[in-house]
């Protein structure tokens, strides 16, 4: 079964203090992994999709890197308006058409000014 | 682009009633998915439609069905509502060719 497990659950950071979120998988053959911002009583805004090992992506002061087992979102000297939770996603399989997305259950980020 | 649009917002029914969330998808994707995220949980996969069928279906009873229209809007229909219903249900929409999905706002469902 295709499991996602992020941790920490919640992480509280000074404005400026830097820092990673992690997201360990296990899949049948990964299609893509992705990460969403989400905002309380939001919808999932989305940030990322990686595709392979040692693919890395960057938007402002985030940045995602993929290896075959998990993912990091590194946060650079975040600022209060980043406070929201991180979710990350697997898609699994090559069947035709987007498979469903396996969600784990969020990495609450409190940024304190 | 009004991206992914869901209807309504905020919503709150009775144990046993039947209720009906809408979704129009982001311009130029065909199909539309269905997520339900419990408070501090991740988003659930309910089902998927393309083509105006069914296409993939997640760990939900029956009670839970769905509709896709030609215009690849859709409906996510809950009958016989329990307590453990409440939730905020999402709606996703890609495009066939390309997996990124993106996300509603949602609708608050609270059953009581």
């Known amino acids: 079964e295709d499991q996602v497990t992020q941790s920490p659950e919640a992480l509280r950071l000074q404005e400026g203090e830097s820092s990673s979120l992690n997201c360990s998988y296990t899949v049948s053959g990964l299609r893509g992994l992705f990460w969403y911002r989400q905002d309380p009583g939001k919808g999932p805004e989305f940030l990322f999709t990686l595709y392979s090992a040692g693919e890395e992506k960057e938007k402002e002061r985030l940045k995602a890197t993929l290896t075959k087992k998990e993912s990091f979102l590194h946060i650079t000297a975040p600022k209060p308006e980043d406070s929201a939770t991180y979710l990350c996603?697997?898609?699994?399989?090559?069947?035709?058409?987007?498979?469903?997305?396996?969600f784990g259950k969020g990495t609450r980020l409190s940024v304190i000014a | 682009d009004a991206g992914v649009t869901q209807s309504p917002t905020h919503l709150i029914k009775t144990r046993g009633q039947q209720v009906t969330l809408r979704c129009s998808p982001k311009?130029?994707?065909?199909?539309v998915s269905w997520y339900q995220q419990a408070l501090g949980q991740g988003p659930q996969f309910i089902f998927q439609?393309?083509?105006?069928?069914?296409?993939q279906r997640g760990n939900f009873p029956d009670r839970f069905s769905g509709h896709q229209f030609p215009n690849y809007s859709s409906e996510l229909n809950v009958n016989a509502l329990l307590l453990g219903d409440s939730a905020l249900y999402l709606c996703?929409?890609?495009?066939?060719?390309?997996?990124?999905?993106?996300f509603g706002q949602g609708t608050r469902l609270t059953v009581v």
């Open positions: 996603a697997v898609q699994a399989g090559w069947d035709s058409g987007n498979t469903p997305l396996v």
């Open positions: 311009s130029g994707h065909d199909t």
């Open positions: 996703a929409s890609s495009s066939d060719l390309n997996t990124e999905a993106f």
């Open positions: 439609y393309y083509e105006e069928e069914e296409r």
